[in-house]
């Protein structure tokens, strides 16, 4: 299958440090990516997107980076909150293939 | 507001029972999704569709069944066939490059 069930891996960062999540992707007709925070019990939330035309893009206190060359995509949260907690998704998708496919997922853990 | 509305929230089934999640969305979207998610995992695809009438297999579509009759509308069925169905279910509508998630499902075999 294009996503596996393995248990999640876990990132702990103190309150205040930059955090880095990872994702390698799997298809390199990918040609948008996004990322996902999903709090516990609830559904996925969008937090940033970017297209395979771009290297980096920027929002609020979060960076994406793509490297095509070698499929990874990384996510970088800076000055970690607490509230930051939650497992980060990365998700694949082209208009060629039709459907978004997701990573397995980091869970983050902000300690005060 | 827009937006995807799944019901109900908690569901809980018998064995050898069939059960229907709804999804339901305002927002005008062609593709729907669902997704299925186990404890401490990621999501797996089960079942999509681009438009109305039309559907596709997802990565464990196997015990699983959908409908998209209306293009608001994406209704899951779980069936007896699912010989491990609790899991937390998650609909999603995507409009071009952002997909909209739903609140879930959680269902629980009793």
């Known amino acids: 299958g294009e996503s596996v069930g393995l248990h999640l891996p876990t990132l702990s960062v103190q309150e205040g440090d930059n955090s880095i999540i990872n994702c390698a992707y799997s298809n390199s007709a990918s040609d948008y990516f996004i990322w996902y925070k999903q709090e516990s019990g609830k559904g996925p939330q969008f937090i940033i997107d970017?297209?395979?035309?771009?290297d980096k893009r920027q929002g609020q206190r979060v960076t994406v980076l793509l490297n095509k060359t070698v499929k990874h995509l990384s996510l970088q949260i800076a000055a970690t909150q607490p509230g930051d907690s939650a497992v980060y998704f990365c998700?694949?998708?082209?208009?060629?293939?039709?459907?978004?496919?997701f990573g397995t997922g980091t869970r983050l853990l902000v300690s005060p | 507001d827009g937006g995807i509305t799944q019901s109900p929230k908690y569901l809980f089934r018998k064995e050898g029972q069939n059960v229907t999640l709804s999804c339901e969305q305002n927002l005008n979207h062609d593709a729907m999704y669902w997704y299925r998610q186990d404890p401490g995992q990621g999501l797996r695809l089960i079942y999509y569709s681009q438009i109305v009438n039309d559907f596709q297999k997802g990565d464990i579509a196997e015990g699983y069944s959908v409908s998209r009759e209306k293009k608001e509308s994406f209704p899951l069925t779980v069936t007896s066939a699912q010989k491990n169905p609790t899991a937390f279910y998650l609909c999603a509508s995507l409009d071009r490059d952002e997909a909209f998630f739903g609140q879930g499902t959680r269902l629980t075999v009793v």
């Open positions: 970017i297209r395979s035309n771009m």
């Open positions: 998700a694949e998708g082209s208009k060629s293939f039709q459907k978004l496919v």
